[in-house]
């Protein structure tokens, strides 16, 4: 049984930076094409972060590049996302997903893509 479990969320002020966790458990990361998605209420969900651990390669949506870095532990097999100076634009669920299929890109982003997902951890931010 495939798991992913976030955390690190919290309420913070503007300005201010998070490091959301995602733990996998029931499988390990391997050759993985893994995400982070966030969802804001009343929005539809939005691929923020991509990492596809064959090559490394990692694709980041416009409105948090710079702010925002995808990163992985393959020996605790946890997958995080480092969130900088944070805006209150940034409210929101925050999820992680994960797939076995390769992708890149673009690809990376688009949740219908990722067959396992977290629970989610909520990030909060005031101004």
């Known amino acids: 049984q495939v798991q992913l479990v976030e955390s690190g969320g919290g309420s913070v002020q503007a300005g201010g930076s998070l490091r959301l966790s995602c733990k996998a458990s029931?499988?390990?990361?391997?050759?993985?094409?893994l995400g982070w998605f966030r969802q804001a209420p009343g929005k539809g969900r939005e691929g923020v972060a991509g990492?596809?651990?064959?090559?490394?390669?990692?694709v980041y949506a416009n409105s948090v590049k710079g702010r925002f870095t995808i990163s992985q532990d393959n020996a605790k097999n946890t997958l995080y996302l480092q969130i900088a100076n944070l805006k209150p634009e940034d409210t929101a669920m925050y999820y992680c997903?994960?797939?076995?299929?390769?992708?890149?890109?673009?690809?990376?982003?688009?949740?219908?893509?990722?067959?396992?997902w977290g629970q989610g951890t909520q990030v909060t931010v005031s101004s």
């Open positions: 990492l596809q651990t064959a090559d490394g390669h990692r």
């Open positions: 029931g499988y390990t990361y391997g050759r993985y094409s």
């Open positions: 997903a994960a797939d076995p299929r390769y992708y890149v890109d673009d690809r990376l982003l688009r949740d219908e893509a990722y067959r396992y």
